[in-house]
């Protein structure tokens, strides 16, 4: 199996060059980075880890591996671009049912280093080897979705947006609308367990409807901080894939985060530069 580490070449003119040549494949610069000295060698720790210990510390591709038919790639890249100004061709991704399961379209495999994310890989289920949809999903679609998972693997696992961004590269307007509902298995099973049992008594309705309030609040309060983003000059989606939750509620509720209030911040000159609306 292939990990991967994206090269991007110093440029002593411009930090901000290279910070936005990172950013454009995927690499970003989130919340958690201190300084742009520690985040450029970081990566280049990364790079330099993977050449001296791989191929022969490379896990291993499962045995139905397969590489992604022609075309699914570059769809998938230019539908995250379009959407989130991303293009990230270094992530390795595979056809794999048995990494994905039967009952999944792709996951994004991270491993870890240290406790901490190191590199991404890609599997989407082998049934795409012989049609382009499978079970409703499309696999450009797919891997696109994937790709998101991929590149915020910098901000935390348990982000209450983890499903939102990467469902809204669907067509589907239901997955881009009710897609973050499923981001943990239990906040379904909450729901339509309240239901079902609210049937006998009627007090477990209180369950279905505090979920629903849940996701009615983030559903409000990302739209909210989109508002705002607008007002600012600034393209909505692409700044808040950036945006850590504290970020965007802070953003919601009428208050500029650091990053972009601050003179000088890296976060918010690589935004203005980037993502200005025109």
């Given at each position: 199996?292939?990990?991967?580490?994206?090269?991007?070449?110093?440029?002593?003119?411009?930090?901000?060059?290279?910070?936005?040549?990172?950013?454009?494949?995927?690499?970003?610069?989130?919340?958690?980075?201190?300084?742009?000295?520690?985040?450029?060698?970081?990566?280049?720790?990364?790079?330099?880890?993977?050449?001296?210990?791989?191929?022969?510390?490379?896990?291993?591709?499962?045995?139905?591996?397969?590489?992604?038919?022609?075309?699914?790639?570059?769809?998938?890249?230019?539908?995250?671009?379009?959407?989130?100004?991303?293009?990230?061709?270094?992530?390795?991704?595979?056809?794999?049912?048995?990494?994905?399961?039967?009952?999944?379209?792709?996951?994004?495999?991270?491993?870890?280093?240290?406790?901490?994310?190191?590199?991404?890989?890609?599997?989407?289920?082998?049934?795409?080897?012989?049609?382009?949809?499978?079970?409703?999903?499309?696999?450009?679609?797919?891997?696109?979705?994937?790709?998101?998972?991929?590149?915020?693997?910098?901000?935390?696992?348990?982000?209450?947006?983890?499903?939102?961004?990467?469902?809204?590269?669907?067509?589907?307007?239901?997955?881009?609308?009710?897609?973050?509902?499923?981001?943990?298995?239990?906040?379904?099973?909450?729901?339509?367990?309240?239901?079902?049992?609210?049937?006998?008594?009627?007090?477990?309705?209180?369950?279905?409807?505090?979920?629903?309030?849940?996701?009615?609040?983030?559903?409000?309060?990302?739209?909210?901080?989109?508002?705002?983003?607008?007002?600012?000059?600034?393209?909505?989606?692409?700044v808040l894939l950036r945006l850590s939750d504290k970020e965007i509620k802070m953003l919601a509720?009428?208050?500029?985060?650091?990053?972009?209030?601050?003179?000088?911040?890296?976060?918010?000159?690589?935004?203005?530069?980037?993502?200005?609306?025109?």
């Amino acid at each position: 199996m292939k990990l991967a580490i994206p090269d991007i070449p110093n440029d002593p003119g411009d930090p901000m060059d290279w910070l936005c040549r990172a950013d454009e494949l995927g690499v970003l610069f989130s919340p958690a980075d201190e300084s742009l000295e520690d985040f450029r060698s970081e990566i280049e720790k990364k790079r330099q880890e993977l050449q001296l210990e791989l191929p022969s510390g490379e896990p291993e591709l499962p045995p139905d591996a397969a590489e992604l038919p022609p075309g699914i790639r570059e769809k998938a890249e230019q539908i995250i671009f379009d959407l989130y100004g991303i293009r990230p061709s270094w992530v390795p991704a595979y056809l794999s049912t048995r990494e994905t399961g039967h009952f999944s379209a792709g996951v994004t495999a991270i491993y870890l280093r240290d406790g901490k994310p190191w590199a991404p890989v890609i599997f989407l289920s082998g049934a795409f080897r012989s049609k382009p949809r499978h079970r409703g999903y499309d696999a450009a679609e797919t891997l696109a979705h994937e790709m998101v998972h991929a590149v915020r693997t910098g901000f935390p696992s348990d982000s209450a947006y983890d499903e939102y961004f990467p469902c809204q590269v669907h067509k589907s307007r239901f997955r881009r609308v009710a897609g973050n509902f499923f981001r943990k298995w239990y906040i379904p099973v909450l729901f339509f367990c309240g239901l079902t049992f609210s049937a006998l008594r009627p007090e477990f309705l209180i369950l279905p409807l505090l979920v629903l309030l849940r996701e009615l609040q983030l559903s409000a309060r990302i739209r909210s901080a989109a508002d705002k983003l607008r007002e600012l000059g600034l393209c909505p989606m692409p700044v808040l894939l950036r945006l850590s939750d504290k970020e965007i509620k802070m953003l919601a509720c009428g208050k500029r985060p650091a990053c972009l209030s601050e003179t000088g911040s890296l976060r918010r000159d690589l935004f203005f530069r980037r993502f200005r609306a025109r």
